[in-house]
């Protein structure tokens, strides 16, 4: 059974820092993986998909890296602004053609000014 | 109205109420999905909907009933209810099947009394 895991559940850092979420799933069989971004009360936001063939995708200041024979994966932040406080969850696809994403619990990220 | 609409938005009902939340993506995608969130627990599938035909039922309890009348609209409808099923119930859409990225709409916050 595939587990995702995100670490840590929260964390707070000062404006302007450059930082790193995580997240570690169990199996590698993976078809992708998702980024999404959460504010309070609210939808998820999609902010980056991996597929299991690639290594990395980046969108403006945002960098995500999968390696997928370590059950893997990375979302850089760079020069983090109070905007970007939110829950930042990771999901992953599972091979096979299913689209029953299994996510993990989430990183809170406040970014202080 | 752009994206996927979820309403109401918040909606607080009694037990032996029936309601129903809907679901409205603007998207052309042809899958739609329920999921629930509680609080500290990662996201729940609930349902998947591919070209109108359910695919996924993730073992929920009959007292969720979901219906997709078509490929744009899908609904959740709720009866006996019981407290432990307060969350927030988001919906989801994508193009297809096969790990196509999931759009999320606002969600709903649903308060068993």
């Known amino acids: 059974k595939q587990e995702v895991t995100q670490i840590p559940a929260a964390l707070s850092v000062p404006e302007g820092e450059n930082l790193v979420l995580n997240c570690s799933f169990t199996?590698?069989?993976?078809?992708?993986l998702q980024w999404f971004r959460q504010d309070p009360g609210k939808g998820l936001t999609s902010l980056l998909l991996?597929?299991?063939?690639?290594r990395e995708q980046t969108s403006g200041r945002l960098n995500a890296s999968l390696d997928k024979s370590s059950g893997r994966s990375t979302l850089y932040i760079a020069a983090s602004q109070p905007g970007d406080s939110a829950t930042y969850l990771c999901?992953?696809?599972?091979?096979?053609?299913?689209?029953?994403?299994?996510f993990g619990k989430g990183t809170k990220l406040t970014v202080n000014p | 109205e752009t994206g996927v609409t979820q309403t109401p938005r918040h909606l607080v009902m009694g037990m032996t109420n029936k309601k129903s939340l809907k679901c409205e993506q603007h998207?052309?995608?042809?899958?739609m999905y329920w999921y629930k969130q509680s609080a500290k627990k990662p996201l729940e599938l609930m349902f998947v909907?591919?070209?109108?035909?359910?695919?996924e039922n993730n073992s929920v309890p009959s007292r969720f009933s979901p219906e997709c009348p078509n490929s744009s609209h899908l609904f959740l409808h709720l009866h006996t209810l019981q407290p432990e099923d307060s969350a927030l119930y988001l919906c989801?859409?994508?193009?297809?099947?096969?790990?196509?990225?999931?759009?999320f709409g606002p969600g709903t916050r649903l308060t068993v009394l």
């Open positions: 998207l052309g995608h042809n899958a």
């Open positions: 199996d590698s069989a993976i078809y992708n």
């Open positions: 999901a992953v696809a599972p091979q096979g053609g299913s689209e029953k994403l299994v």
């Open positions: 989801a859409s994508s193009q297809g099947w096969g790990g196509y990225e999931q759009f």
């Open positions: 909907y591919n070209f109108k035909e359910q695919t």
């Open positions: 991996i597929q299991s063939s690639q």
